[in-house]
């Protein structure tokens, strides 16, 4: 059976859970295009209350959901009480702002009478999410979708099952139909069956660029509408007349949140010369004083890895990076305890010739770059082939905007914390994906957009 949880702290394997069969699939699809059809001659002002009472459910049940995400990938449990209470918070802005966005528009024509856009659901959508985040990463499509009237299938992480019960649990107990969201355990091959069939209109796909390709690919080839959010190397831009005091605040939680396991994680922090042995000392500082240990103690501050291979990967682009020059200016040592631990670590002197100079390191590892301009900074920014988020610290938030506007990403904050809340847009550019989660531009991912002319 693939779709297991290991708990990645004690590595105690927690349970097994079988693959659907070729039945289930039919029924899903089923299941899925009958309430298509219903909701299609429902307003989204019908479902507003069924959305707002998932996202009571939620909060009601925050302790059960923030202890199957850890027990399934090892997050704090904190960590994961916050990502219950937003994705309480994603569900309650689209059942507030969903019937408004919405609504149809008016455009201004040379044709003969009234031209306007309505916006109409699509069909069943496919829906496949990494185990990073557990339940927002669902809650991202879910909730506009939702309130569209596409219903979904998920297709989880096969290390995050029991998550992905827990969530459609929560769909169960509320009033909304069963079939708004189906979550399933399906091959890869399944999951290409679904896309292909006709009652299937969408498909949105978090994870990596290897999944995401092949993902796309038969989404392509079956001419099918599709989003991907895909990974990140996010800079964090450290200008001259930067605040070293905030910016060392905020350096530390934007590498090690959630074991630094984010696809917007700052994973190459670019700093400037006046400012970087201050910014290192800091860092390491901060680094240093992390405490490993059991995700659901309050104490701990960092968490195992989600698993084995995860740091087993992370450890072999560290090794690579160090045989190819890196210096190791703090950690890369063992974690004295029996779970996926893996100790921060700042590398400098990275090289262009490096292979982690442009891979995504997906862990609590930290690259960090000396440079002596902005446009240095902008350069070294845009020399990925991922453009996903990015932070600029300035001491003028002027000219941290500026510098911003030219980083190639989807999303850059200035002078603060990445933060990802319903209202704004997330998502990227290059081999980091395509289309928007979230906001009006997330609600329009998977809607007809059908002009009427009215004479
Ligand atoms: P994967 O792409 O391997 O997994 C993500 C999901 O895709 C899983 O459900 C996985 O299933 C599924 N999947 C992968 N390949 C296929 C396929 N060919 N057909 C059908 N399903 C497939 O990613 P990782 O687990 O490695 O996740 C980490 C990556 O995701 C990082 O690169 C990270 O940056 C990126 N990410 C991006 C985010 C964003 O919002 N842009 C957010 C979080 C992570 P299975 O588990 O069964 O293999």
């Not at 009958?34 to 507003?48: D, I, N, Y």
């Amino acid at each position: 059976m693939a779709y297991k949880t290991i708990n990645p702290y004690t590595n105690e394997l927690v349970k097994e859970y079988p693959n659907a069969t070729a039945d289930d699939v039919e029924n899903a699809l089923s299941a899925g295009h009958q309430l298509f059809k219903k909701w299609e001659h429902e307003t989204p002002e019908s479902r507003a209350n069924q959305l707002h009472e998932i996202a009571q459910l939620f909060r009601d049940h925050q302790a059960q959901l923030a202890k199957a995400m850890v027990t399934d990938m090892g997050k704090l449990y904190r960590e994961a009480q916050g990502e219950v209470e937003l994705c309480a918070m994603i569900a309650d802005y689209f059942a507030d702002h969903g019937t408004k966005l919405l609504a149809p528009t008016k455009i201004e024509t040379i044709a003969t009478g009234d031209a306007q856009i309505q916006k109409h659901s699509l069909g069943v959508l496919m829906m496949v999410e990494p185990w990073n985040f557990p339940m927002y990463q669902i809650m991202r499509v879910f909730a506009p979708n939702f309130m569209v009237g596409n219903p979904m299938i998920l297709k989880h992480a096969s290390n995050t099952p029991g998550s992905a019960v827990a969530f459609e649990n929560v769909i169960k107990k509320s009033a909304a139909p069963n079939a708004s969201l189906q979550n399933m355990f399906l091959s890869y091959d399944q999951v290409s069956e679904i896309i292909a069939d006709s009652r299937v209109q969408g498909v949105a796909l978090t994870g990596s660029e290897r999944g995401g390709r092949s993902v796309a690919k038969t989404a392509g080839e079956n001419l099918k509408k599709n989003t991907m959010e895909l990974g990140g190397t996010d800079a964090f831009i450290v200008l001259d007349d930067a605040d070293i005091d905030s910016v060392a605040d905020i350096a530390w939680r934007a590498r090690l949140y959630n074991a630094g396991q984010v696809c917007t994680s700052s994973k190459r922090f670019i700093v400037s010369a006046n400012l970087y042995d201050q910014f290192l000392k800091n860092l390491k500082e901060n680094f240093a004083n992390v405490k490993p240990g059991d995700p659901m103690d309050s104490q701990t501050t960092l968490a195992p890895m989600n698993s084995k291979r995860a740091k087993e990967k992370l450890q072999d682009q560290v090794d690579k990076a160090i045989e190819n020059g890196a210096t190791v200016y703090y950690g890369n040592e063992k974690v004295d305890l029996p779970g996926q631990f893996f100790q921060p670590t700042i590398l400098t002197n990275i090289e262009k010739n490096n292979p982690v100079y442009s891979e995504e390191m997906f862990g609590p590892v930290a690259q960090v770059y000396k440079v002596n301009s902005d446009q240095e900074a902008i350069d070294l920014a845009n020399d990925s082939d991922l453009g996903l988020g990015g932070i600029v610290f300035s001491g003028d938030p002027k000219r941290g905007t500026k510098v911003a506007s030219q980083i190639e990403t989807g999303m850059v904050f200035v002078n603060n914390f990445m933060a990802s809340l319903p209202d704004l847009p997330f998502g990227g550019v290059k081999n980091s994906g395509y289309g928007r989660e979230m906001s009006q531009l997330g609600l329009n991912a998977f809607v007809n957009e059908q002009l009427i002319v009215t004479a």
